[in-house]
T-cell receptor, first 114, second 118 residues
């Protein structure tokens, strides 16, 4: 089946640092989504990308849909303690209904530097 | 803000028992999904449901699994005879506000039901 390679697997952040993570795939997706998951909670949507090359921001978060439609990155600027959690990229082949199911990456775990 | 509601939040069951997990999707959504997440692993697609029938299912969704929309608001996942490896968080999601193409893409997830099979 389709696989998403998400990296890094984990990272430590210090407050104020910028953070970057990305996802790549061997297959084309028509939509890329970035979700955050806190412990014991479901994934919460951060950013949705619908067009190749699209760059979208949501506050301190910026994400881009790669021009080849096979990759996406998420940047977090000036990180704060509440940014800790697990970030998942997810690709979607179609535009809803039977094509709407998401393929998730394995996640990037953000922790605070001790 | 509209949300997807799941019950129970945690269920413990004996191997071989039947389990039903319940979900109330967002009211004007048309597409419904179940995903699962084994502890420490990624979220995996199980099944999608539209217009009162399964539209797609993964290889995980075998004959032991079934879904149902018994009324206008609930969406259930049944596991007929649970196995140890069914222990996981099960997430319900919905998408597709009527008339919005982009809305059909964006899945809203519930907080999950943790299933522990002993």
């Amino acid at each position: 089946g389709q696989q998403l390679n998400q990296s890094p697997q984990s990272m430590f952040i210090q407050e104020g640092e910028d953070v970057s993570m990305n996802c790549t795939s061997s297959s084309i997706f028509n939509t890329w989504l970035w979700y955050k998951q806190d412990p014991g909670e479901g994934p919460v949507l951060l950013i949705a990308l619908y067009k190749a090359g699209e760059l979208t921001s949501n506050g301190r978060l910026t994400a881009q849909f790669g021009i080849t439609r096979k990759d996406s990155f998420l940047n977090i600027s000036a990180s704060i303690p509440s940014d800790v959690g697990i970030y998942f990229c997810a690709g979607q082949r179609g535009y809803g209904g039977s094509q709407g199911n998401l393929i998730f990456g394995k996640g990037t775990k953000l922790s605070v530097k001790p | 803000e509209p949300e997807v509601t799941q019950t129970p939040s945690h269920q413990v069951t004996q191997m071989g028992q039947e389990v039903i997990l319940r979900c109330v999707p967002i009211s004007n959504h048309l597409y419904f999904y179940w995903y699962r997440q084994i502890l420490g692993q990624k979220v995996e697609f199980l099944v999608s449901f539209y217009n009162n029938e399964i539209s797609e299912k993964s290889e995980i969704f075998d004959d032991q699994f079934s879904v149902e929309r018994p009324d206008g608001s609930n969406f259930t996942l049944k596991i007929r005879s649970t196995k140890l490896e069914d222990s996981a968080m099960y997430f319900c999601a919905s998408s597709g506000g009527e008339g919005t193409v982009s809305g059909a893409n964006v899945l809203t997830f519930g907080a999950g039901s943790r299933l522990t099979v002993l």
